[in-house]
């Protein structure tokens, strides 16, 4: 029979699980194994965990080769333990090559959101040059200027000569060329886009005709009484996923529409009122699309940052227990790059729903200003819809860099 001492570490052996490795069932071969086992260590490793614990820096036990008698010189084909690993880990690294920024901007500009945002940016962009350059012709130091002044009938030379020596009169013709030039610019830019998110108005009317078929068979189940149907039939239709789709496609509808009266298909003296619904709703159902983004986005966050704290807390339990089984000594394993590399996934995630719920605050403050009818000033105005794109095409290149590849 083992004495009471013995006893109550056995107890506690097995209320932990780390003992039967070692001894089986066998307890007359408690003592002899006792002090091989990871919770009670050996008198050399009880110095070393005391150490530690003294000090702010862990003391690791290093193996120092011993001096050789002809004056420390190594022998020859010999090398110390503190190398091997590090030359290991160095030729064992296979680090592959980092793609340039030209290499990752041609893989956003490959991908259709990518070019919807760069052009965005450019569209946004030239409307805020445009503004700007009106503001700046409507100074009243500008408005007195004569620019028949000038004689454009003499050479080349000549006329660089008085265009120089009247620089209002420059800047005015330069800024004349650029709004006479920029305006086409703008609607074909602004026309690329649409046709770039066009033809989605058919997938929406399939999903939707999916459901309407799902909710005439639950009509037509005579198993079911009429409260339970009528709750069926509820739930299949109010929910945010279909609140999401019904939303993408009141905006598809109206922004394709108005794409048909700008390439011809339609004609705006044919359907004068129809192009004045669409024009209104087209704005209405975007900022539809931007509410229910926003909430979606919003929901999205808040489950990362439940599954970043869970991840957290899950780490810090295990940890604890490995602290415990191991004498207090930290834990280096695989297991706690794989937690370090669950946590710079949920990062990178986190990271793209802020970028994106920053665009549709943009769109946010940009469009409600045309649904209401609201003053702005226009630059400001312009502003927003150019931050939306500079972020959305951010999220692009965040996107890229997650990916395998690079």
């Known amino acids: 029979m083992s004495d009471p001492s013995t006893q109550d570490l056995f107890k506690q052996a097995g209320a932990l699980g780390v003992y039967s490795y070692y001894y089986q069932t066998n307890r007359d071969d408690f003592n002899k194994v006792r002090l091989r086992s990871p919770i009670r ?18 003391i690791r036990s290093l193996q120092l080769p011993s ?12 090398t110390d333990n503190i190398e091997k690993p590090l030359r290991g880990s160095l030729t064992s690294l296979n680090i592959p090559p980092k793609v340039s920024n030209i290499d990752l901007l041609k893989q956003c500009l490959a991908t259709i959101t990518g070019k919807d945002k760069s052009a965005k940016i450019v569209v946004y962009l030239l409307r805020l040059l445009l503004c700007e350059s ?15 002044s000038i004689d454009f009938t003499t050479t080349k030379a000549s006329l660089l000569t008085q265009l120089i020596s009247n620089p209002r009169i420059l800047l005015i013709l330069l800024l004349q060329q650029f709004v006479l030039r920029s305006q086409g610019s703008v609607q074909s830019i602004g026309l690329y886009r649409q046709i770039l998110r066009c033809f989605g ?14 909710s005439l068979d639950i009509i037509r189940d005579d198993k079911s009484g009429g409260a339970l ?9 109010f929910n945010w996923e279909v609140a999401t789709s019904l939303s993408s496609f009141y905006y598809a509808w109206f922004d394709e529409s108005l794409l048909l009266y700008k390439l011809g298909i339609l004609q705006k003296n044919e359907l004068t009122k129809y192009h004045a619904l669409c024009s209104r709703h087209e704005l209405i159902a975007w900022l539809a699309t931007i509410i229910v983004g926003l909430r979606n986005d919003y929901v999205k966050y808040q489950e990362l940052v439940a599954e970043e704290n869970s991840c957290r807390i899950n780490y810090q339990v295990k940890e604890r227990a490995r602290k415990m ?8 394993s695989q297991y706690v790059e794989a937690y370090q590399a669950e946590i710079e996934e949920i990062v990178k995630k986190k990271k793209i729903i802020q970028l ?40 692009v290149w965040k996107q890229q860099q997650q990916l395998p590849s690079n």
Request: with cysteine; proline share 6%.
């Open 41 to 58: 260590p050996t008198m050399s490793e009880t110095i070393v965990i005391s150490e530690t614990s003294r000090s702010s820096t862990p």
């Open 67 to 78: 001096p050789s008698p002809n004056g420390g010189a190594k022998p020859a084909g010999r």
């Open 134 to 148: 009106r503001r700046i012709s409507s100074l009243e130091s500008l408005r007195n200027v004569r620019v028949d």
């Open 201 to 214: 108005v058919p997938f929406h009317i399939v999903k939707v005709g999916r459901l309407m078929e799902k």
């Open 229 to 237: 149907r009528l709750r069926r039939v509820t739930d299949l239709w």
């Open 325 to 332: 089984v191991r004498g207090g000594r930290a834990d280096r």
């Open 356 to 395: 994106n719920l920053a665009a549709l605050t943009c769109d946010l403050a940009y469009d409600s200003v045309l649904v209401f009818n609201k003053k702005m000033y226009e630059p400001l105005h312009i502003s927003f819809g150019l931050a939306s794109g500079v972020l959305g095409f951010w999220k």
